[in-house]
């Protein structure tokens, strides 16, 4: 059974982000490699993106205390 990789561009768009924007972060580590081409599994990149901090309970930079 063949096993299907995302690129970087197909990356970007499962989390809706520009290929600029997604060179700013700091991805995990990939599932495979040709050559110097990269490629990560689906549910890498989802459980990678379900673990960043980010907007919502908990997540992001902390208020500022007046």
Not at 3 to 28: C, D, F, H, M, W
Request: charged share 25%.
């Amino acid at each position: 059974m063949t096993r299907e990789y995302l690129s970087l561009t197909q990356v970007a768009r499962q989390l809706g982000i520009t290929l600029g924007a997604l060179s700013n972060y700091k991805l995990p580590e990939p599932d495979a490699r040709i050559g110097r081409t990269r490629g990560w599994l689906p549910e890498t990149i989802d459980a990678w993106n379900r673990s960043r901090p980010g907007r919502g309970v908990g997540g992001g930079r902390p208020r500022k205390q007046d």
